[in-house]
């Protein structure tokens, strides 16, 4: 799954999956329960592709904050989202050394941790880049055509060898 196919909905609990887009309303679909719901084209709706975190330099993307996440923590569970703001800010401060401290605020840090913990127990984690996922997809593809091929060569033979052998006669 992509960052751009994942939705954060505002006054809406959870993560969001998109299933369709129309010209009045996305249709969506619940990652954690899997319901389906319209939501209006007027909702505040974010795509994780849109999302990023202010750091001194420049601004780095969710889905790159979140896979730096999950390699520090070996897709373990990141801290509770009601744990101390110390604790919070220090532990995204590890994983993103340059983290613009007066401009990420407790709410985002909150948001971030809750995210990456719903998407590492989905099994979401990590995004792989688009170009990545379509050798992935390629390669996958590859075997597939090349089992085909061999079951084919495979049916010959047995053909061949049934053509060599003389009927029996009874």
Not at 53 to 75: C, M, Q, R, W
Request: net charge negative; proline share 6%.
């Amino acid at each position: 799954m992509q960052p751009k196919d994942i939705l954060a909905i505002s006054g809406k609990p959870g993560l969001y999956k998109v299933l369709n887009t129309t010209q009045r309303a996305i249709v969506v679909e619940s990652m954690r329960e899997g319901k389906r719901s319209a939501v209006p084209s007027s909702a505040r709706v974010s795509s994780f592709e849109d999302i990023s975190i202010f750091t001194y330099d420049e601004d780095l993307p969710l889905s790159e904050v979140l896979n730096t996440l999950h390699a520090h923590l070996k897709g373990g569970e990141a801290p509770d989202s009601k744990a101390p703001h110390d604790t919070l800010r220090a532990f995204v401060t590890e994983v993103v050394p340059d983290l613009d401290q007066e401009r990420v605020y407790h709410s985002d840090l909150k948001k971030l941790c809750t995210w990456y913990n719903e998407l590492n127990s989905l099994e979401v984690l990590p995004f792989v880049a688009e170009d990545q996922a379509e050798e992935a997809a390629e390669s996958s593809e590859a075997p597939e055509a090349g089992a085909e091929e061999e079951a084919e060569a495979v049916e010959d033979a047995v053909e061949e060898v049934s053509e060599d052998e003389p009927a029996s006669e009874e």
